[in-house]
């Protein structure tokens, strides 16, 4: 099942709704950049209500993986993310401080919400800070051959974050 393009927040959580279903990782242009390439899709889970105040809430979880590069052998790997996240829909600042414990601000000017922008925001937070195959034994190939193989190029997306990160751990 294919997820609305469109949430209209208020509508929903007024009804209660529950909804399931996938968004393909290509719609998602903010975490493109991230990706060695944007194949797979997210599955996502969204329930609907009001919180005390009357305002739309929204609580679910997504998952999916990703294909990124490894930033210790720089081959392409995939990175599973699941998130889960609450969110209540808020105008401004100050109603952003009455919220139900463990719930998070949805700051938006209107009641609609884009699907894949909003699955995509709680993914880009749950990115890895420096890309990296989860067991080391998976990093077979060494960047030089790598080079040496042709394979590099405009394939490869570094995160801006992993020299950073590596500065810090030269520095432990
Ligand atoms: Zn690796």
Redesign the pocket.
């Known amino acids: 099942m294919t997820l609305p393009d469109y949430l209209e927040l208020r509508l929903l959580a007024e009804q209660q709704s529950i909804m399931a279903g996938r968004v393909p990782n290509r719609a998602m242009q903010r975490l493109r950049p991230s990706l060695a390439d944007a194949s797979g899709e997210t599955e996502a889970e969204l329930r609907f209500a009001l919180d005390p105040f009357r305002r739309p809430m929204v609580s679910g979880w997504a998952r999916t993986e990703l294909s990124m590069v490894?930033q210790?052998?720089l081959?392409v790997?995939r990175q599973p993310l699941s998130v889960r996240f609450d969110l209540v829909l808020v105008r401004g600042e100050s109603e952003a401080e009455r919220l139900a414990d463990g719930f998070e601000p949805l700051l938006l000017d209107s009641d609609r919400v884009s699907t894949v922008e909003l699955l995509e925001d709680e993914l880009i937070l749950a990115l890895p800070i420096v890309a990296?195959?989860l067991d080391e034994r998976?990093?077979r190939l060494q960047a030089g051959e790598l080079a040496a193989s042709g394979e590099t190029g405009e394939q490869l997306k570094p995160n801006p974050f992993a020299a950073l990160a590596a500065l810090k751990r030269k520095q432990v």
């Open positions: 490894c210790r052998c081959q790997y990296m195959h998976d990093c």
